[in-house]
């Protein structure tokens, strides 16, 4: 399985961007897919999740900024992130789970947003 992203970059604060993440290869009943984060010299956090019924789940600082959504049929997971802020600035990566519990990451994309 692999996950490729794509959609990130630089951004003034205040700015919107848009991330993709398309899976591919022998992908079996997905349970959910989902964007995680990762700062310079923090750990890996949740940013948002949606499980293949399209239930979501988000960080408390994204709520209300970010939106997640997903097209069941190409395997694609997207991330909207609107009104963004300094403190977004991190690694993306995306993340696919399986109902059989396998677990994949992608390679990151970079977002960057100055103030």
């Known amino acids: 399985v692999q996950l490729v992203e794509s959609g990130g970059g630089l951004v003034q604060a205040g700015g919107s961007l848009r991330l993709s993440c398309a899976a591919s290869?022998?992908?079996?009943?997905?349970?959910?897919m989902g964007w995680y984060r990762q700062a310079p010299g923090k750990q890996r956090d949740l940013v948002a999740t949606i499980t293949s019924g399209g239930s979501t789940n988000y960080a408390d600082s994204v709520k209300g900024r970010f939106t997640i959504s997903r097209d069941n049929a190409k395997n694609t997971v997207y991330l909207q992130m609107n009104i963004l802020k300094p403190e977004d600035t991190a690694v993306y990566y995306c993340r696919l789970v399986t109902f059989n519990s396998y677990r994949y990451w992608g390679q990151g994309t970079q977002v960057t947003v100055s103030s």
């Open positions: 290869g022998s992908i079996f009943s997905i349970s959910y």
